[in-house]
């Protein structure tokens, strides 16, 4: 035994010899388990499955490190159909005893069959079907899938018992009982299935595994004998005459022979004739809805193919007219910025305001000459004076960790000055900390080829190498 401190042995003292840890009540907590485990051992023996598991759970309760009682109860939990939780717990014997451990030959022997783990496969999901079907009150496909369940796996007993109880709702008594009978006859201290046995029994008379007490007191009283024997009353039918026997037994073979030859030979044909015309009729009706369908579905493309065409068209106006839209609102930004300009050469806060939502990369194609010219001019009058404004905005948005406000103000700034290194550089520091890393590698990748040899660029390198680095 070791020591569940240091992993020492133990010996016969309640003190451990390495660590001096009391060993006392630990002792007897794995004695008790062993003595659970050789509990679980003998009924699992004698096939009393319930019982075994109940003892191996409780001796794993007071030593979840008891190896052998965890890789029994993996084997019981197997035979009585439950894979899944038989696997786990070979799965954590394993876990806890990597070397050594017959459960990897338990686990290799579900493994290595891969017709075996299909056929788990299956029982799991059919019996997950049939249990869904009964929450649907579904009995009758819910136990078609019990018996599907059983032919793959006769020794699921979870199976057997819902299957039995089904019978017993439906009124099945007898098999019922021989649902709870093959239960016990794999688990023989299954307690559920003794409880459905005696509900059956109750309700069969002995001796008799299809007929009820109900049915027999019901019966016709000419038919039947009663007297009593003692404290028993004896049920016994009248005999009936070998000759009236044998002659209702040839007249009943007659009249079936009679029927048979009435259909061959009058009713089949004229109904096989009435089948053939109702369905010819139905393909025909079909094979016309078909052609109808086909044709309608012919105008429809067209109609589709037109509309399409026009949807293309109407697309192209309206891009024509966006295009216009924006370069005549670019045209009276600026012409706007221009008379601030020409009113108050020191409002730069007010053309800065006027030029706020011009763009004048997207639309380069639209504009004049004319527009470009008085847009530079205007440009080397205040540009860098906006540009400042901008830049002391975005700044301090950057310092306040408001990257957002910081990446707008900056892209304007650099949009009026782009010799400013130090612009260019924290908008990629505000793109780098807003998380747009695609965005900021191609800023610093900027600042490098614009601004080499200087600090900003050497910066802007380490920020490359570390995005680098953690994309890696």
């Given at each position: 035994m070791k020591c569940y401190i240091c992993g020492a042995d133990l010996t016969k003292a309640d003190t451990c010899p390495s660590c001096g840890a009391s060993v006392k009540t630990y002792k007897k907590l794995v004695a008790l388990s062993n003595r659970f485990y050789n509990e679980g051992l003998e009924k699992a023996g004698v096939r009393d499955l319930?019982?075994?598991?109940?003892?191996?759970?409780?001796?794993?309760?007071?030593?979840?490190?008891?190896?052998?009682?965890?890789?029994?109860?993996?084997?019981?939990?197997?035979?009585?159909?439950?894979?899944?939780?038989?696997?786990?717990?070979?799965?954590?014997?394993?876990?806890?005893?990597?070397?050594?451990?017959?459960?990897?030959?338990?686990?290799?022997?579900?493994?290595?069959?891969?017709?075996?783990?299909?056929?788990?496969?299956?029982?799991?999901?059919?019996?997950n079907i049939a249990y869904n079907y009964c929450q649907q009150d579904s009995l009758d496909l819910a136990v078609i899938q019990l018996k599907k369940v059983l032919s793959l796996n006769s020794g699921f007993i979870k199976a057997h018992l819902l299957l039995a109880l089904l019978?017993?709702?439906?009124?099945?008594?007898?098999?019922?009982?021989?649902?709870?009978?093959?239960?016990?006859?794999?688990?023989?201290?299954?307690?559920?299935?003794?409880?459905?046995?005696?509900?059956?029994?109750?309700?069969?008379?002995?001796?008799?595994?299809?007929?009820?007490?109900?049915?027999?007191?019901?019966?016709?009283?000419?038919?039947?004998?009663?007297?009593?024997?003692?404290?028993?009353?004896?049920?016994?039918?009248?005999?009936?005459?070998?000759?009236t026997r044998t002659s209702s037994i040839w007249g009943i073979v007659l009249g079936i022979v009679l029927g048979i030859a009435a259909s061959c030979f009058l009713i089949l044909p004229q109904r096989i004739q009435s089948i053939t015309s109702n369905n010819q009729e139905k393909i025909s009706q079909i094979s016309e809805e078909s052609d109808s369908k086909s044709a309608q579905i012919g105008d429809y493309e067209q109609k589709i193919s037109g509309l399409q065409a026009q949807i293309e068209a109407l697309q192209s106006q309206v891009t024509d007219y966006e295009g216009v839209d924006s370069t005549s609102a670019a045209m009276n930004s600026l012409m706007e910025a221009v008379?601030?300009?020409?009113?108050?050469?020191?409002?730069?806060?007010?053309?800065?305001?006027?030029?706020?939502?011009?763009?004048?990369?997207?639309?380069?194609?639209?504009?004049?000459?004319?527009?470009?010219?008085?847009?530079?001019?205007?440009m080397s009058n205040v540009g860098p004076q906006l540009a400042t404004s901008y830049y002391n905005t975005g700044y301090e948005a950057y310092k306040a960790e408001n990257y957002e406000v910081a990446i707008t103000n900056l892209n304007k700034a650099y949009q009026y000055d782009n010799n400013n290194v130090n612009t260019l550089y924290y908008l990629g520091n505000s793109y780098y900390s807003s998380g747009d890393l695609?965005?900021?590698?191609?800023?610093?990748?900027?600042?490098?080829?614009?601004f080499p040899n200087t600090q900003s660029a050497q910066a802007a390198q380490v920020k490359l190498a570390e995005i680098n680095n953690s994309g890696n």
């Open positions: 319930t019982g075994a598991v109940n003892s191996l759970r409780q001796s794993l309760k007071l030593n979840k490190n008891n190896i052998d009682a965890r890789n029994l109860l993996g084997l019981v939990y197997f035979e009585i159909g439950d894979v899944v939780p038989a696997l786990s717990e070979w799965v954590i014997s394993k876990n806890l005893q990597a070397d050594k451990n017959i459960a990897d030959d338990y686990m290799d022997m579900v493994r290595n069959s891969p017709a075996q783990l299909e056929n788990i496969n299956q029982t799991i999901k059919k019996f019978y017993l709702k439906n009124g099945n008594w007898d098999r019922a009982k021989i649902e709870a009978q093959k239960v016990l006859k794999l688990d023989t201290g299954n307690v559920m299935a003794k409880r459905y046995l005696k509900e059956a029994d109750s309700m069969l008379l002995p001796g008799e595994s299809g007929k009820l007490v109900s049915d027999i007191a019901s019966s016709d009283s000419d038919d039947i004998i009663r007297y009593n024997s003692g404290n028993e009353m004896i049920i016994q039918p009248v005999k009936k005459s070998v000759l008379n601030i300009y020409m009113a108050t050469p020191s409002d730069i806060e007010g053309m800065a305001k006027a030029l706020e939502n011009l763009d004048l990369t997207a639309i380069s194609d639209d504009v004049s000459p004319e527009f470009t010219d008085l847009y530079n001019t205007l695609d965005k900021a590698k191609e800023i610093y990748d900027a600042v490098i080829t614009d």
